[in-house]
């Protein structure tokens, strides 16, 4: 779905993204930018990562910043720093991207989930500490399409209990929680820079944010082979660094991202007139949504899908499957009715068209060709 998104940009009426927009109204800065890393020879880590790791981390109310290359290596890593490893558990959500539950499973640990909420399908934080055992070591909560979870009580049962807290920001760059950044209200927080997400890469990316030291100087030698010296390998590591070129990339978009998000959360209130009768997305009091999804819910997906793709807008469906009934994790032994809401969700939830440079021209016409199903 995503990798189509992206290709497929040019050939709608409406995309779902617009790339290619975004590239043009930048193309100097980062154009400069890329020769110079070019210039530079530092492809790999280098100075440009070095700066970017210290104003994303700034950027988020983090003291620290390790870039990757990409969200998922950020949480396996930031799982391993958190002692997660084989026979234990670690809390997270059945109704995410797969990579959360696959970067648990890398670390040889067991994905423990508890079903969403119905209002804002994330975490059902009253249901976590019926699922926490002697094995628990972890707790992954997903910030799901730019909203924070409700961290309070989430890090209030961690601390209870001795557990770890990995956000899940990967949609979430800059998103608040009463008045705290996504990644720094943790232990530690990943983000994802997939060209798609709100900060996005000219390929891909990812960073671990934290306040804690050891976990930074950990993080950092797990990326590079598990070394601080050249050659002297101190922890079984990874090739999980992130490149130069992404690196200074990303450095000119940070620049810009208050402004994008701003025309996001403009285009998102925009929607959730137009669309008057649609279950459009809660945006929750004391939070600061960045809409890297705006999904609404319908009882007809197919016909609403059929329409759209007649009027040729693009649109997603984040998710149409909850990852207990994914065929790739089938061997955590979950059946259909396991986690009742997200698969309820996954069932009627529909992603519409979403960016900065989105026209009020264009939000009418994804709006008209919504609205008619309000009568069924
Ligand atoms: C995108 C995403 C990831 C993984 O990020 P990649 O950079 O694609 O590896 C993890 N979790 C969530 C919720 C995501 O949306």
């Not at 779905?1 to 790339?19: F, G, K, N, V, W």
């Not at 002697?134 to 909560?141: D, E, G, L, R």
């Not at 956000?167 to 720094?184: F, I, V």
């Not at 009091?285 to 059929?306: C, F, S, W």
């Amino acid at each position: 779905m995503a990798e189509s998104q992206l290709a497929c940009e040019t050939r709608s009426l409406i995309p779902y993204l617009d790339l290619k927009a975004q590239y043009q109204s930048i193309k100097a800065e980062v154009d400069a930018a890329v020769m110079k890393v070019l210039e530079s020879t530092e492809y790999v880590l280098g100075s440009e990562v070095a700066a970017f790791e210290a104003e994303f981390a700034a950027y988020s109310g983090a003291a620290h910043g390790i870039g990757v290359n990409s969200g998922t290596s950020a949480l396996h890593l930031a799982l391993l720093a958190a002692g997660v490893g084989p026979g234990d558990e670690a809390i997270t959500v059945p109704y995410t991207f797969v990579a959360t539950t696959a970067a648990i499973r890398y670390t040889g640990a067991t994905p423990v989930f508890v079903d969403i909420d119905p209002v804002t399908y994330m975490i059902d934080v009253a249901q976590i500490e019926a699922k926490i055992t002697p094995q628990t070591k972890a707790i992954v909560p997903v910030h799901l399409y730019g909203q924070c979870c409700d961290m309070d009580p989430i890090l209030e049962i961690a601390r209870r209990h001795g557990l770890a807290v990995i956000e899940d920001a990967a949609q979430a760059h800059g998103a608040e929680y009463k008045g705290r950044r996504a990644g720094s209200m943790g232990d530690m927080g990943i983000f994802s820079f997939y060209p798609g997400k709100n900060l996005g890469a000219y390929g891909e990316g990812g960073l671990v944010t934290t306040n804690n030291p050891e976990h930074d100087r950990q993080i950092r030698m797990l990326r590079n082979w598990g070394t601080e010296q050249r050659y002297f390998h101190k922890l079984k590591g990874f090739n999980y660094r992130m490149e130069g070129i992404q690196g200074a990339v990303l450095r000119v978009k940070l620049r810009h991202l208050e402004k994008w998000t701003e025309a996001r959360r403009a285009n998102a209130a925009i929607y959730t007139e137009l669309l008057r009768g649609v279950v459009t997305p809660v945006a929750l009091p004391g939070r600061r949504h960045v809409y890297h999804v705006y999904a609404i819910l319908t009882k007809d997906r197919q016909a609403m899908t059929e329409r759209l793709t007649a009027k040729q807008i693009q649109f997603g469906i984040h998710y149409p499957q909850p990852i207990h009934l994914m065929e790739a994790h089938a061997d955590l032994g979950y059946k259909p009715g396991d986690f009742p809401v997200s698969e309820s969700i996954a069932e009627q939830v529909l992603s519409l068209p979403l960016f900065p440079e989105m026209t009020r021209e264009q939000q009418r016409s994804v709006s008209d060709t919504i609205t008619p199903d309000l009568q069924n």
